[in-house]
């Protein structure tokens, strides 16, 4: 032990430092480091989750305010801004994602990735209707709810007279639009108008419904999307010819993500106001949970059990992969599924987050991406086969095996013509009750409580794109390492006694070759079979 004089001439002991202690202070700094890099690194998260729970906070608390209408749509404006700017990046990111995903696929890979993607919509899209259907039997949510009186819970009735057949038409003529440009902002429906046809021998007028093409408000994403594949594999054809437009589409859609990631800055703000203003809005939470409890409670569960036991099976299944740890990433574009219940929407964050988190390839997420989020709707598919369980079960209506089928049929096929944003689904609902006979007028009951079932149903929209896009990313590069040759043996050309031929390897071997000076090269020269 060392010692030092004082002034005073007394030895004092200088205590030696332990090692110990040298070690809890090391290990103390890493842990506040992994602290604050685990901070840093998940800042956008944190802030967003808890967004969500200050806008229920804040929305409780502004309730007990009684706003008038005026002063609820000024509260409500920060998350109106929010949907609006991410409603802004919609167009150019799902027609440069897609033309330049599909130019950057070969046309063999690009078949085999599109097959496999419409195969695995399907099937998930099936088995959510038949989760719905069958919980739906099981919970039995409108067995004995026939006195659910719509004027007690202040609802108007929700018109839906369009016919089956023309609501599949319009979703092919929507694929192919007739302008491209007003498919940026309008699509096709079909309306009715009646027109007298004659006389009868009675002297009666005879009128017929005649359907007519008009044109409603909403981007036609359906044919933008099938526009931007072709596109893109035109380009590819092309060639060289093609590169520079495909070079301009990449810039753009790369300086498109670059204002995505500022707008995700603004998303915890966003957030807390949208949550806030719903809960704001709505005159008796109380009434409507307690009423329509069950029909919330079927299809919660059902979201449940797809999106937290069969999708992710379905992950591991394929890729052998742990499913949780891949959606572990992708808590900020959850998030905001949950608060704005739109799945285009969602769509800016999903890519940025699937490529930065999960490291899934550029061309695969700005491929598949885009279309899940227009065509693969299993969370809406669930609610509204239960929904159209539910009011057959309201109307005392027993369904026959040849309805039920139809409900499984008609809730796959439409949900992919679903639009992708709030209560797009309600319409979809009464597609399937023409299809199978049952009056429309309950559908105001499935529309006051959207609000709730909507949220769990984009969550579950979103996670089944990104774990579709993770399959097809962990397919793809496995076929990329069957296409690399396997390693052969390496012929090395070298002059005797150099150093290269101490350097030896089961994999190499070397021969002296005379290599002539007139061919260009020093005698005494390496040359490899390579």
Not at 123 to 150: D, H, Q, R, Y
Request: with cysteine; hydrophobic share 45%.
């Amino acid at each position: 032990m060392e010692k030092k004089s004082e002034s005073n001439g007394h030895a004092v002991s200088e205590r030696p430092i332990r090692i110990d202690e040298a070690d809890g202070k090391s290990g103390r700094k890493k842990t506040t480091n992994k602290f604050m890099l685990f901070f840093k690194r998940n800042l956008l998260v944190i802030l967003t989750v808890s967004g969500v729970l200050v806008g229920v906070g804040l929305g409780m608390a502004v309730r007990n305010l009684n706003l008038t209408r005026a002063q609820m749509t000024y509260f409500a404006f920060p998350g109106e801004m929010l949907l609006r700017m991410l409603k802004m990046i919609i167009l150019p990111l799902v027609v440069c994602s897609l033309i330049s995903g599909a130019a950057s696929l070969d046309t063999r890979s690009l078949g085999k990735l599109g097959g496999i993607a419409v195969s695995y919509f399907l099937v998930t899209t099936l088995i959510a209707s038949a989760i719905g259907v069958a919980l739906a039997f099981i919970i039995k949510p409108g067995v004995g709810a026939g006195a659910l009186n719509t004027n007690d819970l202040g609802l108007g009735p929700v018109t839906a007279s369009k016919e089956t057949t023309d609501s599949f038409l319009d979703l092919a003529r929507n694929l192919f639009p007739s302008n491209l440009v007003a498919a940026a902002f309008r699509s096709y429906a079909t309306d009715y108008k009646i027109i007298s046809t004659g006389n009868t021998t009675h002297g009666n007028v005879t009128y017929q419904r005649i359907p007519v093409g008009t044109d409603t408000d909403g981007m036609n994403i359906l044919g933008l999307v099938l526009f931007a594949m072709v596109f893109g594999v035109a380009l590819r054809k092309l060639g060289p010819e093609g590169e520079e437009l495909i070079r301009f589409f990449n810039s753009f859609n790369e300086a498109t993500m670059v204002l995505v990631s500022w707008i995700m800055w603004y998303v915890p703000i966003g957030i807390m106001f949208l949550v806030g203003s719903k809960i704001v809005e709505m005159d008796d939470v109380v009434l409507l949970v307690t009423s329509l409890g069950k029909y919330i409670f079927a299809s919660i569960l059902g979201h449940a059990i797809h999106g937290g036991i069969v999708l992710p099976l379905i992950y591991f299944g394929l890729t052998r992969k742990n499913p949780f740890s891949f959606l572990s990433g992708l808590i900020t574009p959850f998030t905001t599924a949950f608060a704005t219940c739109s799945s285009s929407a969602t769509l800016p964050s999903m890519i940025k987050c699937i490529e930065e988190n999960n490291g899934v390839d550029k061309r695969i997420s700005r491929f598949i991406l885009p279309i899940g989020a227009t065509v693969n709707m299993d969370g809406a598919a669930l609610f509204q086969c239960i929904a159209a369980v539910f009011i057959a079960q309201l109307n005392n209506v027993e369904l026959n095996a040849g309805q039920i089928f139809t409900i499984l049929v008609t809730a796959t096929a439409s949900s992919v013509g679903a639009a992708g944003i709030p209560a797009g689904g309600i319409i979809t609902i009464a597609i399937i009750l023409e299809a199978i006979g049952l009056p429309t007028n309950d559908l105001s009951l499935m529309l006051a409580v959207d609000w709730i079932v909507d949220r769990t149903t984009t969550v579950v929209n979103v996670e089944g794109d990104a774990l579709g896009a993770g399959i097809l990313h962990f397919i793809n590069e496995r076929e990329s390492r069957k296409d690399v040759p396997e390693l052969g043996e390496v012929r090395v050309e070298a002059v005797p006694n150099s150093r290269s031929e101490e350097e030896t390897s089961p994999l190499v071997s070397h021969h002296s070759v005379p290599i002539p000076a007139a061919g260009g090269a020093k005698p005494g020269s390496t040359e490899s079979a390579l």
